[in-house]
């Protein structure tokens, strides 16, 4: 059986200043390596053969974080930007609560948190979706299929697009679903690769 383990990066400098971050390159907070290495701790008895991670610093500090403390830095790592968080075009940069008094609570809402509506010039979650599925079919799924155990260090909404995937979650669904930064999710495959245990560690 395989086992995939999915990360979403320690708090970056930008979560903790409550702004938009998307593809800017912002790195982790303090408090960021802290979960990281949190997460490293919870990750001891697991044996990874390869990992995976994005394009962007606050994902790649927070794997190698958790690389280093589990003692397996040589793995192999493959860095993409198919896993990069949704691009929130002109929100980027922009403090949360700014966002809300400029364009109004219900329509900054809609912007974060429906499906398939992007920010002017971003991506939806379906858009996000559109670009993670098709790079984990075929490059991630294939090492699963093999028996391997992976590890995804990645954003917010890379992995609820994979997230939405893996349980089969509806559109509906997938709104409702946060992944909290540093806290490794398991999902434990059987041969046909259906999931047949999921829990936060």
Known sequence: MSKLVIVRHGQSQ?????????????????????????????????????????????????????????????IPVEKDKALNERM?????????????????????????????TAPPNGESLKDTADRVLPYYFSRIEPELRKGKNILISAHGNSLRALVMHLEKLSKEEILQTEIPTGKPKEYIFDDKLNVIETRYL
């Open 14 to 74: 930008w979560n903790l200043e409550n702004r938009f971050t998307g593809w800017i390159d912002i790195d982790l907070s303090p408090a960021g390596e802290e979960e990281a290495r949190s997460s490293g701790e919870k990750l001891k008895n697991y044996k990874f053969d390869e990992a995976f991670t994005s394009d962007l610093k606050r994902a790649q500090r927070t794997l190698d974080i958790i690389l280093k403390e589990t003692g397996q830095s040589d």
């Open 88 to 116: 929130y075009g002109d929100l980027q940069g922009m403090n949360k609560d700014d966002c809300r008094q400029k364009f109004g609570d219900e329509q900054v809402k809609i912007w974060r948190r429906s499906y398939d």
